[in-house]
């Protein structure tokens, strides 16, 4: 499927992406042993940091980052248009839930809406507006606008069962939407739902020793549902990469598995991301790519705010 009219669109996203971080500026900023000297390294290589303080703490960090992808949002939004606003719509409704969540926490520990979530809604999530006045748990519930979402609030149990919740939710309907209507962006979403539901089950039987499959995002790919059950039964990575040695995903796992699926992904939209294909795929990768992006700077910048080594934080970021 195509999916712009304007072909300069392509052309645009990989212009945006050329000034993004490389490999060699992440080094340069792990190197640093100082704060400062690090955010000062960092303004130098993104554009449109100007305003961050040299000394800043990690909220006024991830504040910053998401400025500049709701800016990035802004510049592609006005090119992407009919059945593939729809499929945009439900892409970014996972950055949505994500400040419903925060905007959540807020509320039930009665501390003050910071600005990270004020600046998503008043520049990408208007309807959410309403939620930044709220006091608490039931005006919270009144005022937000997805009948679907607050149904999964007002049921789950406990946090676990609503970050869960909200994830099926995600993923079940974006996969609906696309299904159909662009084979290129349902080939990843079902690799990374095949992905997730391992990473799930792994986890919860390590930590919890007890694997409900209604955790289960209902997807399955390149594995099937007897594959799962025989990830409920292990406790070490090893057996996990035992049995996915037989299937598509025998090389992912490593030693750490939320990182190995993490840097899959990553890879995945890398790939899709080179293809120079006009097609939303494209936009999405683009935008998977920049939020691991943010999330290494962060990564970076928080190690050497407590004095970790080069070698360690390295080790902590995907790439």
Not at 50 to 56: E, I, M, Q, V
Not at 102 to 114: A, D, H, P, W
Not at 139 to 164: A, G, R, V, W, Y
Not at 280 to 295: A, D, G, H, P
Request: proline share 1%.
């Amino acid at each position: 499927m195509k999916t712009f009219n304007n072909p300069s669109v392509t052309a645009k996203l990989k212009a945006m992406y050329a000034k993004k971080l490389k490999k060699d500026d992440l080094d340069d900023l792990i190197k640093q042993e100082h704060i400062k000297d690090a955010i000062i390294i960092l303004k130098s290589k993104i554009d449109d940091l100007d305003n961050l303080s040299n000394d800043a703490k990690r909220l006024e960090l991830e504040n910053s980052l998401d400025k500049l992808i709701i800016i990035d949002m802004k510049k592609i939004d006005k090119y992407i248009n009919g059945t593939n606003k729809k499929i945009w719509q439900k892409y970014i409704l996972k950055y949505k839930i994500d400040i419903i969540k925060k905007i959540y926490e807020k509320v039930i520990t009665n501390e003050l809406q910071n600005i990270e979530n004020t600046i998503w809604v008043t520049n990408i999530f208007t309807d959410l507006e309403p939620l930044l006045k709220v006091k608490s748990k039931e005006e919270f519930l009144e005022q937000l606008p997805d009948e679907d979402i607050k149904e999964i609030f007002e049921t789950s149990k406990n946090n676990f069962e609503l970050e869960n919740n909200l994830n099926k939710y995600y993923f079940e309907g974006f996969l609906h939407e696309v299904k159909g209507k662009n084979k290129d962006i349902e080939t990843v979403l079902k690799y990374s739902i095949d992905l997730l539901n391992i990473f799930w089950t792994y986890r919860c039987q390590k930590y919890y020793g007890i694997v409900d499959e209604n955790i289960l995002i209902n997807s399955f790919y390149k594995i099937d549902i007897n594959i799962i059950r025989e990830v409920e039964k292990i406790e070490t990575i090893e057996e996990l990469k035992q049995i996915l040695s037989h299937t598509a995903y025998k090389n992912i796992i490593k030693e750490d598995v939320q990182k190995d699926v993490k840097r899959a992904l990553y890879k995945r939209s890398k790939s899709s991301f080179r293809k120079d294909i006009l097609n939303l795929n494209t936009v999405i990768s683009y935008f998977e790519m920049i939020q691991i992006e943010k999330e290494n700077i962060i990564t970076i910048i928080e190690g050497i705010r407590y004095n970790l080594k080069g070698p360690t934080i390295k080790n902590k970021i995907i790439i």
